[in-house]
């Protein structure tokens, strides 16, 4: 009987510390899984694409694509040698930052050896063209470029190609 009370005392100062320390403290609940994406990040992938079409037809093809990486890659690096070192780096990200303030996309120098080669620097927009390229042909079509959420009035050309009322 004894025993049990103290079994009894010992779990009821258990529950109380843990009370003590989880109630007040109640942070916003970290998930791992259900990480809820920020609500402007498709837009903003499907901006950055429409980006690189170059001849403004609405679909941008992966050719499209390396033609404008590859003439970012040579006006980032200024010295021409190839390669975008830490100077050129951080003159690239401050240009991006002033273009497009906190929505900008800074090169990141994924090996962490200082600097950035094309490959490197393709990165990025190569595995985002890959996941928005569905049915992958090599090229983001209007239907693969639609924004997710019909916002405010950015409507894909589709439809009506009227030729209807003159023949
Ligand atoms: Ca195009
Ligand atoms: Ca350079
Ligand atoms: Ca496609």
Redesign the pocket.
């Known amino acids: 009987m004894r025993s049990f009370l103290r079994i009894f005392a010992v779990a009821a100062a258990i529950v109380v510390v843990a009370t003590a320390c989880g109630g007040p403290r109640r942070g916003p609940p970290v998930g791992m899984m259900g990480f809820p994406q920020p609500p402007g990040e498709p837009e903003q992938n499907v901006r950055f694409m429409l980006s690189f ?9 992966r050719d ?1 694509m390396e033609a404008a990486l590859r003439r970012q890659f040579d006006a980032a690096d200024t010295n021409h040698d190839g390669r975008i070192d830490l100077a050129e780096m951080q003159a690239e990200n401050d240009r991006r930052y002033r273009a497009a303030g906190t929505a900008a996309s800074p090169l990141i120098d994924w090996n962490q050896n200082s600097q950035i080669d094309f490959d490197e620097f393709a990165t990025t927009a190569r595995s985002m063209f890959a996941e928005m390229d569905k049915d992958k042909d090599g090229k983001l079509a209007p239907d693969e470029l639609r924004l997710p959420r019909p916002g405010r009035g950015f409507v894909p050309m589709m439809g009506e190609p009227g030729r209807g009322p003159r023949r």
Request: charged share 30%; net charge negative.
């Open positions: 079409d170059g001849n403004s037809d609405g679909t941008v093809t499209e």
